[in-house]
């Protein structure tokens, strides 16, 4: 570091220390890709974020590095190129990668002088600092963009090529609701659209070796297919150490025999070309909570009404709950009608059908007896699902039975 006072190169190695400190450069982490986030609003999805967050990473400790060298060894960690591979796959554009960087740099170099400003009181020093480190940030940057475009475009090219091509575009149209012929996305698919579905995202702990995380990824997904009773099954890689599948079955499982290291977010199942949307929408709610929460395991079915209370369990969410919990209730008759009325006064008013009819001014008698029709729609006691029940029909009383409600 020739030409630094010893004050300004003591200052520039300690900073460059906590490329050793996983607390530190967790935040400095953090505070990059928050503001790559906020300018890109179609990075911030659980499973990027986890790439981008390993990316963002790799690149620090690489310019805390060489920070004090006098001349820059630029060397972007397998995790740069990890995120480069998955943007392609996922239909990223160029431009998006570029602006990723372009965005990073920007809250790298806003952190740093923010640092040196809080903790250098000398200007002399300060600038000594500032140019020094800012033609070594830009010199690992420059050099990295150009090795992740190559890395980008070259994987593109290979991605467009070939059935994984046709079948990542078959995917992207039925989850968009385009409209897809369901011969066509069978045969595209490999896959049997028409069946029931049960969609499942699996990811590898960031802890386990590169080498072992297909492996893994794969004993997982069979464990899945088997306890849903699937006879058919398709998966796409979505990440470096994700993958996204659905399996033609129905059955509920019960606990998962899945590696320690791999974690499982699953929908429930629903048929068709709408079921294989649906349930991956329920799927990518319960893989909102399994990140935020820490968990290894989150089916949706026992987290459901905390993805309707926050707002996360899709478009498809609040209609998936009326439907399957109201049945023939939903009908736009009169007669359904009234007996949602009842019902929702009854279960309102605790069970009591003295209350319940006082408050719909009818015979107690009365209130029993649609009690009694409601529970043979419904197929059980109207206070076995209780909170479902009340929910979809309030669901029902606030937006009515229209497309909003029923699609």
Avoid: K
Wanted: overall charge negative; hydrophobic content about 45%.
């Amino acid at each position: 570091m020739a030409g630094l006072t010893p004050p300004a190169r003591e200052w520039l190695a300690e900073f460059a220390r906590a490329g050793e400190n996983e607390q530190a450069l967790d935040a400095m982490v953090g505070e990059v890709d928050d503001a790559i986030v906020a300018a890109l609003p179609e990075m911030d999805e659980p499973l990027l974020r986890t790439e981008l967050d390993a990316s963002t990473r790799a690149h620090w400790r690489g310019v805390l590095g060489n920070a004090t060298r006098e001349s820059i060894v630029v060397h972007p960690g397998e995790e740069t190129r990890d995120l480069a591979r998955t943007m392609a796959r996922r239909g990223f554009e160029l431009r998006v990668l570029l602006a990723v960087y372009r965005v990073g740099q920007n809250a790298a170099w806003d952190l740093f002088t923010a640092r040196a400003a809080a903790e250098i009181a000398d200007a002399e020093v300060r600038s000594q600092v500032l140019l020094h480190f800012w033609p070594r940030v830009t010199q690992w940057l420059d050099a990295s963009i150009e090795e992740m475009i190559g890395t980008f475009v070259a994987e593109r090219e290979q991605w467009q090529r070939g059935a994984l091509a046709r079948q990542a575009a078959t995917v992207d149209a039925v989850l968009a609701g385009q409209d897809v012929d369901p011969a066509e996305a069978t045969a595209a698919l490999n896959y049997p659209v028409a069946a029931a579905h049960i969609a499942y995202t699996l990811w590898v702990d960031e802890a386990v070796a590169d080498a072992d995380v297909q492996r893994l990824l794969e004993r997982a997904a069979t464990a899945v297919h088997r306890a849903v009773g699937g006879e058919h099954r398709l998966a796409q890689r979505i990440g470096a150490r994700s993958l996204r599948c659905w399996s033609a079955g129905s059955g509920v499982p019960g606990a998962l025999d899945l590696p320690p290291t791999v974690c499982c977010a699953l929908g429930t199942a629903h048929p068709g070309l709408d079921g294989f949307r649906r349930s991956h929408a329920e799927s990518a709610a319960a893989l909102t909570v399994a990140r935020r929460t820490g968990r290894g395991v989150v089916a949706y079915r026992d987290v459901e009404l905390a993805c309707l209370a926050h707002g996360i369990a899709g478009p498809d969410g609040p209609s998936t709950l009326v439907e399957r919990e109201l049945g023939a209730l939903t009908e736009d008759t009169a007669a359904a009608a009234r007996l949602r009325e009842t019902a929702l006064a009854y279960l309102g008013a605790g069970g009591d059908a003295r209350a319940a009819g006082a408050a719909l001014m009818l015979h107690p008698n009365t209130v029993r007896y649609r009690i009694r029709q409601v529970e043979q729609v419904l197929g059980h006691p109207i206070d076995e699902r209780r909170v479902y029940v009340e929910l979809a029909l309030h669901s029902v009383r606030a937006f009515g039975i229209s497309p909003a409600v029923r699609p």
